[in-house]
């Protein structure tokens, strides 16, 4: 977990109100991932950044929104958190594409009650 | 505590023996494979890598072997210990830098 901290690290929250996770690095990577865990499925990305202000969607992006103003912070925000979205989410950072190796942070459990 | 081994394969060994953790992929043109190690309440933690021009690459106390014809990894751990106790999964990924993940072996270790 070196260089990759997570916030908060525990949360619950009731359905219908904002959320927004934040993934701090200070590594200077490239790239980062949002992954949210669930029993059965594995890890399952959620959208990814290839850059300052570049942002793409992954396999299960539909309730979340990503933004990154700057190379060292990525936030995931769940505009109006629902039951389904109760999960552990992993924020993920990598140096390049040409070497995927991704290095994880510690997690965040959200709790949507 | 993590819920993410629940309904995984279990793979239990003695301590000191060695484990074997087994992982099929999917898209023939991945050229790079991860294997990761999730312990309870952590994020996952690499392991060892490997490229597919590779068919066997050594790290300390871990060996991951490539078998592309049949689209098959695995992971073999050495004199394992029962800090080795965790959730293992493989991952593969392409030029494009994504990864896909498998679902995970949890090793049991007994002392």
């Known amino acids: 977990d070196a260089g990759i901290t997570q916030s908060p690290r525990h949360k619950v929250t009731e359905t219908g109100t904002p959320v927004t996770l934040r993934c701090h690095q200070t590594?200077?990577?490239?790239?980062m991932y949002w992954y949210r865990q669930d029993p059965g499925h594995g890890l399952r990305l959620i959208h990814y950044?290839?850059?300052?202000?570049?942002?793409d969607k992954g396999e299960v992006s539909d309730g979340y929104s990503v933004s990154r103003s700057k190379t060292e912070d990525f936030l995931l925000t769940l505009e109006s958190a629902t039951s389904s979205q109760t999960s552990v989410y992993f924020c993920?950072?990598?140096?390049?594409?040409?070497?995927?190796?991704?290095?994880f942070g510690p997690g965040t459990r959200l709790t949507v009650l | 505590g993590e819920s993410v081994g629940l309904h995984l394969p279990t793979l239990s060994v003695q301590e000191g023996d060695n484990s074997i953790i087994n992982c099929a992929y999917s898209n023939s043109a991945s050229d790079y494979f991860i294997w990761y190690k999730q312990e309870s309440g952590k994020g996952p933690q690499f392991i060892i890598d490997?490229?597919?021009?590779?068919d066997k690459r050594q790290g300390q106390r871990v060996t991951v072997l490539l078998n592309k014809t049949v689209k098959h990894l695995s992971l073999q751990i050495a004199a394992t210990q029962p800090g080795d106790s965790a959730v293992y999964f493989c991952a593969e990924g392409g030029s494009q830098g994504n990864l896909i993940f498998g679902k995970g072996t949890k090793l049991s270790v007994k002392p």
């Open positions: 993920a950072i990598s140096e390049s594409a040409g070497l995927p190796i991704q290095f």
């Open positions: 950044s290839y850059g300052v202000k570049d942002t």
């Open positions: 590594e200077n990577h490239r790239y």
């Open positions: 490997i490229r597919s021009n590779m």
